[in-house]
């Protein structure tokens, strides 16, 4: 973990001026809807998705530079994702990060518009993308991964697989699939943007990327639906339980908390094999892999 803490907080603070010049650029034509904009975005992110997309890239030789339109756009989507979720008719939470959810400190409408106006300029930003090497096709490459990712074949998907598995009993695979969409396709594609846009990787080490991206996002999920169960609600920055009481199929009610925390012992080591196969200092995404599973919120 050593050599984490730094690097999070680089590429933190990078992201994040980069996400502040993007939405002041925006114009002043709708104060509201920019200062939720502005709101979601900056609610204590840990910014993730952007480091996966940096630690990434890096590894593989890519600059930072290069980088930005996809850590950007990517935690643009990420926090529209978590907009929507929070809204009445979906998970109908009321905080997020010890704050209230958008939706709460605005209203309904004023944060829908919110995460729509997120999403799109998600994908402007790459649209926009310029790169050192002229590469005029990887912009529309960049935009199919995260549409795919944020769509019906990811995000989107998964969250009405979530919704209608509500007071359902679901099967592990089910609970799998719905998890590999939900939470895992974004994750998967910081990981694969970050290699489209680094030079010259193999076939061979962009599929252990997606296998390594792949075992890292269910691991992330199996390590959030244990903190609902053994967490503590001001560390996690919602309830404690709030899975439990909304009545989700989750791995602890699944499998019982020990035997999710050996699924998550299980996944931890899937990705770990997935680097070892890489040709590149893995060090940094190794540090990100132990920080998932043993991080407290």
Same mark, same amino acid.
């Given at each position: 973990?050593?050599?984490?803490?730094?690097?999070?907080?680089?590429?933190?603070?990078?992201? #994040?001026?980069? !996400?502040?010049?993007?939405?002041?650029?925006?114009?002043?034509?709708?104060?509201?809807?920019?200062?939720?904009?502005?709101?979601?975005?900056?609610?204590?992110?840990?910014?993730?998705?952007?480091?996966?997309?940096?630690?990434?890239?890096?590894?593989?030789?890519?600059?930072?530079?290069? !980088?930005?339109?996809?850590?950007?756009? %990517?935690?643009?989507?990420?926090?529209?994702? @978590?907009?929507?979720? #929070?809204?009445?008719?979906?998970?109908?939470?009321?905080?997020?990060?010890?704050?209230?959810?958008?939706?709460? +400190?605005?209203?309904? $409408?004023? +944060? %829908?518009?919110?995460?729509?106006?997120?999403?799109?300029? $998600?994908?402007?930003?790459?649209?926009?993308?310029?790169?050192?090497?002229?590469?005029?096709?990887?912009?529309?490459? !960049?935009?199919?991964?995260?549409?795919?990712?944020?769509?019906?074949?990811?995000?989107?998907?998964?969250?009405?697989?979530?919704?209608?598995?509500?007071?359902?009993?679901?099967?592990?695979?089910?609970?799998?699939?719905?998890?590999? !969409?939900?939470?895992?396709?974004?994750?998967?594609?910081?990981?694969?943007?970050?290699?489209?846009?680094?030079?010259?990787?193999?076939?061979?080490?962009?599929?252990?990327?997606?296998?390594?991206?792949?075992?890292?996002?269910?691991?992330?999920?199996?390590?959030? #639906?244990?903190?609902?169960?053994?967490? #503590?609600?001001?560390?996690?920055?919602?309830?404690?339980?709030?899975?439990? +009481?909304?009545?989700?199929?989750?791995?602890?009610?699944?499998?019982?908390?020990?035997?999710?925390?050996?699924?998550?012992?299980?996944?931890?080591?899937?990705? @770990?094999?997935?680097?070892?196969?890489?040709?590149?200092?893995?060090?940094?995404?190794?540090?990100?892999?132990?920080?998932?599973?043993?991080?407290?919120?």
């Amino acid at each position: 973990m050593s050599v984490l803490p730094n690097q999070l907080k680089d590429y933190q603070r990078r992201v #994040d001026s980069l !996400l502040e010049k993007n939405i002041n650029n925006a114009g002043e034509h709708a104060p509201r809807l920019k200062k939720a904009m502005q709101y979601a975005l900056f609610n204590g992110g840990k910014r993730m998705r952007p480091f996966l997309v940096y630690a990434t890239g890096e590894m593989l030789g890519a600059t930072l530079d290069d !980088l930005d339109c996809a850590a950007v756009a %990517i935690e643009c989507m990420h926090a529209y994702s @978590l907009i929507h979720d #929070d809204l009445p008719a979906m998970d109908d939470d009321d905080m997020r990060r010890g704050k209230p959810t958008c939706h709460i +400190a605005f209203d309904e $409408a004023t +944060a %829908i518009l919110a995460g729509d106006a997120l999403q799109t300029m $998600a994908f402007e930003i790459l649209a926009n993308a310029q790169f050192k090497i002229d590469t005029p096709k990887l912009p529309l490459q !960049l935009i199919k991964l995260l549409a795919s990712a944020s769509g019906y074949r990811g995000m989107c998907g998964g969250q009405a697989m979530d919704l209608a598995a509500t007071n359902s009993a679901i099967s592990e695979q089910q609970l799998k699939h719905l998890h590999q !969409l939900k939470t895992g396709a974004l994750l998967k594609a910081a990981v694969q943007m970050a290699a489209e846009i680094a030079p010259d990787v193999s076939t061979e080490s962009y599929q252990q990327l997606t296998t390594f991206s792949e075992a890292l996002g269910l691991a992330f999920q199996v390590q959030d #639906d244990i903190l609902d169960v053994i967490g #503590d609600s001001s560390t996690l920055g919602k309830p404690q339980g709030s899975d439990q +009481a909304q009545n989700k199929s989750t791995y602890p009610s699944l499998l019982g908390l020990q035997g999710a925390k050996n699924y998550l012992s299980e996944l931890h080591q899937q990705a @770990l094999h997935a680097l070892d196969a890489l040709p590149y200092n893995t060090r940094v995404l190794v540090a990100f892999n132990d920080f998932i599973v043993q991080r407290d919120h």
